[in-house]
């Protein structure tokens, strides 16, 4: 990832990134085929979203029952969802991945 990329990833995502590793790591599909890749960070960011979402719908609707918050909280992590966000983003354009991956659509 170029000093370029960075910039314009943080501009996005209004974000500036302390380690550049790590950064790399969330960032590199498996399909690069090294030990380290983003499945790892991405099973810890899905829990640590739920959780976000779920405090998030807890504070902002006060008289909604658990069973109507639970069905808005499935909605807003779904893939589907975090698809069109990420892609609304553009942040299929940051992700590392095999040539062969990216040529079939990643």
């Given at each position: 990832?170029?000093?370029?990329?960075?910039?314009?990833l943080s501009k996005i995502l209004g974000y500036r990134f302390r380690d550049?590793?790590?950064l790399q790591e969330a960032l590199?599909?498996?399909s690069l085929g090294g030990k380290i890749n983003y499945?790892?960070?991405?099973?810890?960011?899905?829990?640590?979203?739920?959780l976000?979402?779920?405090?998030?719908?807890y504070a902002r609707f006060k008289l909604v029952k658990e069973g109507v918050l639970a069905r808005r909280l499935a909605d807003l992590v779904?893939?589907?969802?975090?698809?069109i966000v990420a892609?609304?983003?553009g942040?299929?354009?940051?992700?590392?991945?095999?040539?062969?991956?990216?040529?079939d659509g990643g």
């Open positions: 990832m170029t000093e370029d990329d960075l910039k314009a550049k590793g790590l590199s599909h498996p499945q790892r960070l991405e099973f810890l960011g899905d829990r640590v979203l739920g976000v979402i779920a405090e998030l719908l779904r893939r589907e969802t975090l698809v892609t609304g983003l942040l299929h354009n940051h992700i590392l991945m095999a040539k062969g991956t990216e040529d």
